[in-house]
């Protein structure tokens, strides 16, 4: 149509003609009206008398469709850019739960249910239903038990030893060299440099203090916190370049190997367990609670390596009260009675020496390992997303040495220095190749 008035005007003549053909009125008709009975019609009669000039007039019925159909479709549309403006909005500021919510979440029994789940754990299986109970954990949870150093479901007692099942050898390799690695199977939540004031986030845009999470500033065995949490502050091991602090957040998921081993080589000095609460860890949780790994029992293994400052944390959850490490015998978690503005402090005054890829500790059932290390400013991840799956003995971040560095600038500055000369020894040879052209 060349304009909307012809288009107007075209839809109004079908509709007079529809309305000619039920009426009975064309060319040469002649109206016609019957008497009025003066009774009631039968409401079938009326009903089908209905339908029947709905269907002989369907186009008032299919443009209503059509207007149905265009109104639903751009609502679809609009929820559709609200969902992705929510989804972005929610990764660059994620929404945390309200005081009146974390303080409802905390006053649950969690710590009397995950002492329970230990007693559960404990209990003996009967050989008749250990099969069918552990294949449905390892069905639930998707555990791999080509990896385990025992796959026969039958020779574990109770749900504690499957949970806290070994590897083969050999199964997970850890990378030698001067690389931080994975201490454990599970995922990559956040990682990166320390904030200033002392900030660490346990996922982007939540954070909480480091003086909370690892207690009062000053250490009585040596390893002062405080200057570390400067940025660019030299460490005393490593004087040719200034360091930071750096943090790394793996989450083990119920399904993963439930171990944690050392990331790199490095000498224990302090452990430091603070009892607290028992909130879920899950990402979902995570994001939700400011603080969460604050308020979390926990126990922090604080040390120095070849960079400075280094610690490794293991933080306990819902159903993980219980944390067990190798050169720790005496520790134990998840009490019955706990103080609040409290921790138990074991000091090691000759220090205890941990090679990279060592037996640490494991969890009963899956948690949360944060690592805090002081290393160079040009230390850096390996990881490319969160959420990255990563396995033990992996590399996770490494630093160039001050070799490596002089080495490149040196590659570089000979690169530099050989097409400068390449650039001027061109017009040497084209001037020779004319001289000898003028010659002949």
Known sequence: FTSTRE??????AMFCAMARRRAGVG?????????????GQDSKNIFSKYITRVMDNPLPLGVGALVVGILQLRRISEREKRKELANETEEAEPKLADPWQVTCYKSLPLRHVSRLWGAVNDIHLPTTVRRWVLGAYVRSFGCDLTE?????????????QFFRRRLKDGVRVVQEGECLVSPCDGKVL??????????????????????HFLGQSKDPTGVALEPVTAAEQPSADNDLLPTCLYQCVLYLAPGDYHCFHSPADWQVTTRRHFP?????VSPGIVKRVQGLFSLNERVA?????????FSMTAVGATNVGSVKVD?????????RRWELDTFHQQVWEDGVEVKKGEYFGEFNLGSTIVLIFEAPENFKFDFKMGGEVVKMGRSIGEHESVEEEIKDLEETSTGQHQSVIEEIEAPEQSDSLQ???ITE
């Open 7 to 12: 288009f107007l005007g075209l839809l109004a």
């Open 27 to 39: 060319l040469g008709s002649v109206i016609v009206r019957r008497c009025h009975g003066g009774g």
């Open 148 to 160: 385990a150093e025992n796959s026969d479901l039958d020779s574990y007692e109770n749900l504690g």
């Open 190 to 211: 956040h990682w990166g440099q320390v904030g200033n004031g002392g900030l660490v986030e346990q996922v982007k845009g939540v954070s909480y203090k480091l003086e």
């Open 276 to 280: 607290g609460e028992l909130l879920s």
């Open 301 to 309: 293994y604080l040390g120095r390596w070849k960079h400075g400052f």
């Open 327 to 335: 050169l720790d015998p005496t520790l134990t978690t998840n009490t």
């Open 435 to 437: 001289s000898v052209a």
